[in-house]
Protein backbone atom coordinates (compact mmCIF):
# COMPACT_ATOMS: atom_id res chain seq x y z
CA UNK A 1 0.00 0.00 0.00
CA UNK A 2 1.48 3.26 -0.94
CA UNK A 3 0.04 6.42 0.75
CA UNK A 4 1.09 9.18 -1.56
CA UNK A 5 -1.16 12.45 -0.79
CA UNK A 6 1.15 15.26 -1.48
CA UNK A 7 4.44 13.60 -2.81
CA UNK A 8 3.85 14.72 -5.80
CA UNK A 9 5.66 17.04 -7.40
CA UNK A 10 8.42 17.64 -5.60
CA UNK A 11 9.38 21.91 -5.62
CA UNK A 12 13.08 20.77 -6.03
CA UNK A 13 12.37 17.94 -8.40
CA UNK A 14 11.63 18.34 -12.30
CA UNK A 15 8.34 16.08 -13.31
CA UNK A 16 10.75 13.08 -14.71
CA UNK A 17 12.60 12.88 -11.43
CA UNK A 18 9.91 13.06 -9.40
CA UNK A 19 8.23 10.39 -11.29
CA UNK A 20 11.36 7.94 -11.03
CA UNK A 21 10.71 9.04 -7.05
CA UNK A 22 7.57 7.42 -6.86
CA UNK A 23 8.48 4.41 -8.90
CA UNK A 24 10.76 3.67 -6.87
CA UNK A 25 9.10 3.89 -4.07
CA UNK A 26 6.10 1.62 -5.43
CA UNK A 27 8.69 -0.99 -6.39
CA UNK A 28 10.55 -1.18 -3.43
CA UNK A 29 7.54 -1.97 -1.55
CA UNK A 30 6.40 -4.50 -4.21
CA UNK A 31 9.10 -6.53 -4.50
CA UNK A 32 10.43 -5.85 -0.38
CA UNK A 33 13.78 -4.63 -1.90
CA UNK A 34 14.45 -1.25 -0.21
CA UNK A 35 17.33 -0.67 -2.58
CA UNK A 36 15.78 -0.63 -6.05
CA UNK A 37 17.70 1.18 -8.92
CA UNK A 38 15.49 2.97 -11.55
CA UNK A 39 17.32 4.80 -13.80
CA UNK A 40 14.41 4.97 -16.43
CA UNK A 41 10.45 5.59 -15.99
CA UNK A 42 10.36 2.03 -17.72
CA UNK A 43 12.01 -0.12 -15.26
CA UNK A 44 9.13 -0.47 -13.10
CA UNK A 45 6.71 -1.28 -15.64
CA UNK A 46 9.56 -4.12 -16.89
CA UNK A 47 9.71 -5.75 -13.43
CA UNK A 48 5.89 -5.66 -13.10
CA UNK A 49 4.24 -6.89 -16.24
CA UNK A 50 4.49 -10.83 -16.02
CA UNK A 51 3.81 -10.30 -11.97
CA UNK A 52 0.35 -10.44 -10.94
CA UNK A 53 0.15 -7.32 -8.26
CA UNK A 54 -2.36 -6.09 -5.79
CA UNK A 55 -1.91 -2.40 -5.52
CA UNK A 56 -3.20 0.01 -3.09
CA UNK A 57 -2.62 3.89 -3.91
CA UNK A 58 -4.53 5.67 -0.86
CA UNK A 59 -5.15 9.11 -0.65
CA UNK A 60 -4.45 10.31 -4.83
CA UNK A 61 -4.71 13.92 -5.00
CA UNK A 62 -3.08 14.37 -8.13
CA UNK A 63 -3.11 12.49 -11.84
CA UNK A 64 0.26 12.81 -12.06
CA UNK A 65 0.96 9.86 -9.54
CA UNK A 66 -2.09 8.22 -11.02
CA UNK A 67 -0.14 8.56 -14.74
CA UNK A 68 3.15 7.71 -12.59
CA UNK A 69 2.37 4.61 -10.84
CA UNK A 70 -0.41 3.12 -12.57
CA UNK A 71 -0.54 4.70 -16.22
CA UNK A 72 -1.82 1.34 -18.55
CA UNK A 73 -2.95 -1.58 -17.32
CA UNK A 74 -0.18 -3.95 -18.99
CA UNK A 75 2.06 -2.52 -17.17
CA UNK A 76 1.33 -5.33 -14.63
CA UNK A 77 0.57 -8.86 -14.90
CA UNK A 78 -2.65 -10.81 -15.85
CA UNK A 79 -4.96 -11.12 -12.69
CA UNK A 80 -3.48 -7.80 -11.19
CA UNK A 81 -5.94 -5.71 -9.20
CA UNK A 82 -5.52 -1.85 -8.05
CA UNK A 83 -7.74 -0.39 -5.64
CA UNK A 84 -7.39 3.58 -5.20
CA UNK A 85 -8.61 5.94 -2.91
CA UNK A 86 -9.05 9.53 -3.41
CA UNK A 87 -11.83 12.49 -2.22
CA UNK A 88 -11.80 13.95 -6.11
CA UNK A 89 -13.53 11.23 -8.48
CA UNK A 90 -12.45 13.58 -10.99
CA UNK A 91 -8.95 12.31 -10.90
CA UNK A 92 -10.86 8.78 -11.96
CA UNK A 93 -12.55 9.84 -14.56
CA UNK A 94 -9.64 12.03 -16.04
CA UNK A 95 -7.43 8.93 -15.87
CA UNK A 96 -10.09 6.62 -17.42
CA UNK A 97 -11.24 4.65 -14.92
CA UNK A 98 -14.88 4.11 -14.90
CA UNK A 99 -15.03 0.99 -12.02
CA UNK A 100 -15.45 3.49 -9.01
CA UNK A 101 -16.79 2.21 -5.61
CA UNK A 102 -17.79 4.97 -3.44
CA UNK A 103 -17.66 4.67 0.04
CA UNK A 104 -20.34 6.29 1.95
CA UNK A 105 -19.99 7.76 5.69
CA UNK A 106 -22.12 5.18 8.20
CA UNK A 107 -25.18 6.19 8.92
CA UNK A 108 -26.48 8.04 12.54
CA UNK A 109 -27.08 4.55 14.11
CA UNK A 110 -23.90 2.88 12.63
CA UNK A 111 -21.67 5.62 13.46
CA UNK A 112 -23.38 5.35 16.90
CA UNK A 113 -22.87 1.30 17.22
CA UNK A 114 -18.94 1.79 15.88
CA UNK A 115 -17.98 4.30 18.58
CA UNK A 116 -19.79 2.44 21.56
CA UNK A 117 -18.03 -0.97 20.17
CA UNK A 118 -15.19 0.92 21.61
CA UNK A 119 -16.33 3.39 24.07
CA UNK A 120 -18.26 1.39 26.05
CA UNK A 121 -17.49 -3.00 24.86
CA UNK A 122 -20.91 -3.17 23.74
CA UNK A 123 -23.41 -1.78 20.59
CA UNK A 124 -25.08 0.79 22.67
CA UNK A 125 -23.99 3.83 25.24
CA UNK A 126 -24.47 3.03 29.08
CA UNK A 127 -26.98 5.32 30.41
CA UNK A 128 -26.93 8.81 30.79
CA UNK A 129 -24.45 9.20 27.99
CA UNK A 130 -26.43 9.25 24.82
CA UNK A 131 -26.32 12.60 24.29
CA UNK A 132 -22.66 12.64 25.24
CA UNK A 133 -21.83 9.88 22.94
CA UNK A 134 -24.02 11.31 20.05
CA UNK A 135 -21.46 14.79 20.45
CA UNK A 136 -18.55 12.76 19.74
CA UNK A 137 -19.75 11.21 16.88
CA UNK A 138 -20.47 14.34 15.36
CA UNK A 139 -16.93 15.57 16.56
CA UNK A 140 -15.48 13.06 14.52
CA UNK A 141 -17.10 13.65 11.04
CA UNK A 142 -18.75 10.20 11.29
CA UNK A 143 -14.94 8.98 10.20
CA UNK A 144 -14.31 5.16 11.45
CA UNK A 145 -11.26 5.75 12.41
CA UNK A 146 -12.19 8.58 14.18
CA UNK A 147 -14.69 6.70 15.95
CA UNK A 148 -12.17 3.75 16.87
CA UNK A 149 -9.78 6.69 18.13
CA UNK A 150 -12.10 8.60 20.14
CA UNK A 151 -14.13 5.71 21.77
CA UNK A 152 -11.16 4.48 22.66
CA UNK A 153 -9.73 7.84 24.14
CA UNK A 154 -13.58 7.93 26.53
CA UNK A 155 -13.54 4.18 27.32
CA UNK A 156 -13.54 3.95 31.13
CA UNK A 157 -14.08 7.23 31.72
CA UNK A 158 -16.71 8.74 34.23
CA UNK A 159 -19.14 10.81 32.95
CA UNK A 160 -18.22 13.61 34.81
CA UNK A 161 -14.83 13.13 32.40
CA UNK A 162 -16.34 13.09 29.58
CA UNK A 163 -18.14 16.27 30.32
CA UNK A 164 -14.39 17.91 31.16
CA UNK A 165 -12.86 16.25 28.32
CA UNK A 166 -15.48 17.39 25.00
CA UNK A 167 -14.92 20.84 25.55
CA UNK A 168 -11.28 20.79 25.40
CA UNK A 169 -11.62 17.96 22.14
CA UNK A 170 -14.35 20.48 20.61
CA UNK A 171 -11.38 23.42 20.70
CA UNK A 172 -8.90 21.06 19.71
CA UNK A 173 -10.45 19.59 16.89
CA UNK A 174 -12.00 22.38 15.64
CA UNK A 175 -13.98 20.46 12.80
CA UNK A 176 -11.06 18.90 11.87
CA UNK A 177 -10.12 15.07 13.11
CA UNK A 178 -8.78 14.63 9.92
CA UNK A 179 -5.67 16.82 11.70
CA UNK A 180 -5.13 13.79 14.20
Known amino acids: MVDIKGSY ?3 CLDEGRAQLQLQKQML ?6 KDTMITHLGVAQERLKDKK ?9 QLAQLDALAGENRWFG ?22 IYKVDYPNDEEALQMFCM ?6 F ?6 ELAREVIELSGKLPLGLRFMGSYFRGMSKDEWTKALPKLRNRLNGEIEAF
Not at 118 to 123: I, P, S, W
Open 9 to 11: PSP
Open 28 to 33: SQLINH
Open 53 to 61: VLLVLDDVD
Open 78 to 99: PGSRIIITTEDQRILNAHGINH
Open 118 to 123: HAFGQK
Open 125 to 130: PCDGFE
